[in-house]
């Protein structure tokens, strides 16, 4: 008789459940699913897209975050896909005069020993609140490092997608050209996890931004540094623990390449 | 898991629709009946159920052992259906938590074990109750402590296991596995009072 109360637990659910029948066809609930996951697969390819890169989820928010009003409608979000690596900076930059039709500055390797790991061309579409392509454009992604990895990207300058003035931002002045650093901190949660209240506060006031889908709870700073230079706009960014003057430092190294 | 199925989470992993769908079919049903036990509902286990296998296509870069398939589509579905329980806010539910002593029931986690050793006390009650009773009894419970039962019951997991997919510590299965029984037991009597409370009352009626 022994474990007679599990068994009898165990045979009386098993007997129920297996008794229930959905009421919907499990083909037409397939297709459903199907439609779902077209509805919300573009995402998703700019996230992973981004994901590749760093912890990139987040640049997704970030630039979100500095776009400006636009002529056609308002971007409120941006998709990005790519399918093609390239293993070397110099392969990189063959790929972004021909996807690009630019030749954007990407070092092999900076002082501070950070060399060039991979890199590829995304193809990056912002789209307005019903999914409306508005703005279109390829840009070029640099990864350096393998432990402290900072990432620089490189786009032909859209007009659409122009940077607000931020008083957050510190801002320096090399060779003319004015770079732009920032320091922004993110709460990455769980996909479904609730924020905790005065997370959610410091959302609102613009301090803080989240970022759902992420294995486990972390706090990090991501530090950014941008410039414009001959028609080409560049972000070098970090979810690591460089300090922004290493950015800083790494920048000018940038502007500095003939 | 079969090697067969092995090969298809890989795919699936792999990006392949083909295998997703193959996946679904050979799964669909039991996590509508997992999603049904922990609402009682069939339009939100609807609900629960795409959404899961939305989640699953979506996010299988987040699935880095294909061997986790299955308790890996639990634990979305797990989540996915006490998110949809936590909004419905407005929903009155009666919930029998509050008539166990919380302290007492951690140190009786271990209890189980013991309890599973002989008939013990839930094993006498469920032979006298119906099935009707019984569903009305596991309806009555916390959606935690249905969740419990059900991953422990229905799909055999163990209280390890069981933790991995709610995000709990064992112990707090454990605990949570016991009580679910003790609340299962206590609403059983309850209703067999009341049952035989009006019996009595149509006799002298």
């Known amino acids: 008789m022994a474990r007679t109360s599990e068994e009898q637990l165990k045979r009386f659910i098993n007997t129920e459940l297996d008794s229930i029948t959905p009421d919907m066809d499990e083909e037409l609930r397939l297709l459903e699913i199907h439609k779902k996951l077209n509805k919300r697969s573009d995402f998703m390819k700019f996230r992973k897209n981004k994901l590749a890169a760093v912890f990139t989820a987040m640049l997704v928010i970030t630039v979100l975050g500095t776009v400006t009003a636009v002529a056609a409608g308002k971007i409120t979000g941006f998709i990005s896909t790519s399918d093609e690596n390239a293993h070397s900076s110099a392969e990189l930059r063959e790929l972004s005069k021909t996807q690009m039709q630019a030749s954007p500055k990407i070092p092999d390797n900076f002082s501070n020993g950070m060399s060039f790991v991979n890199g590829y061309i995304a193809q990056v579409k912002g789209v307005d609140d019903d999914n409306n392509q508005v703005i279109t454009y390829s840009e070029a992604y640099a990864n350096y490092g393998s432990d402290q990895k900072v990432t620089l990207t490189s786009n032909v300058h859209q007009d659409l997608v122009s ?8 801002y320096e002045v090399y060779q003319g050209i004015t770079l732009t650093a920032r320091e922004e901190p993110y709460l990455f949660l769980p996909e479904g996890k609730e924020p905790a209240e005065e997370d959610k506060k410091l959302e609102e006031e613009g301090k803080l931004t989240i970022s759902y889908g992420s294995g486990q709870e972390e706090r990090k ?3 950014t540094v941008s410039w414009s230079e001959n028609g ?3 972000l070098l960014f970090t979810f690591s623990d460089k300090e922004l003057n290493s950015l800083t430092a790494m920048a000018k190294e940038v502007i500095d390449m003939k | ?5 092995k090969a298809l989470v890989e795919l699936m992993l792999g990006g392949s629709e083909a295998a997703f769908d193959e996946l679904y079919r050979s799964s669909s049903k039991k996590l509508y009946r997992m999603a049904y036990f922990i609402t009682g509902n069939r339009s939100d286990s609807e609900d629960i159920l795409q959404e899961t296998f939305v989640k699953c296509f979506l996010h299988r870069d987040k699935l880095r052992e294909p061997e986790r398939f299955e308790s890996w589509l639990y634990q979305i579905l797990v989540r996915t259906a006490w998110r949809l329980e936590k909004r419905k806010k407005n929903r009155s539910e009666l919930s029998f938590e509050g008539i166990l002593d919380q302290e007492k029931d ?3 986690a271990d209890w189980i074990e013991e309890d599973e050793k002989g008939k013990g006390p839930l094993g006498a009650v469920l032979e006298a109750e119906t099935a009707g009773q ?5 309806k009555k419970l916390d959606v935690k402590y249905r969740t419990v039962i059900l991953l422990y019951y229905y799909n055999e997991l163990s209280t390890k296991e069981i933790a991995r997919v709610t995000g709990t510590m064992e112990g707090t299965v ?14 059983l009597e309850a209703e067999d009072i009341v049952e035989r409370e009006k019996e009595r009352g149509i006799c002298h009626g």
């Open chain 1, 163 to 170: 940077e607000d003035s931020d008083p957050s931002g510190q």
């Open chain 1, 221 to 223: 700073l991501f530090r």
């Open chain 1, 232 to 234: 080409i706009d560049y």
């Open chain 2, 1 to 5: 898991m079969n090697e067969e199925k």
């Open chain 2, 106 to 108: 951690h140190v009786r």
């Open chain 2, 134 to 138: 019984i569903r009305e009894a596991l």
């Open chain 2, 174 to 187: 454990k605990s949570r596995l016991f009580k679910a029984r003790k609340l299962l037991k206590g609403i």
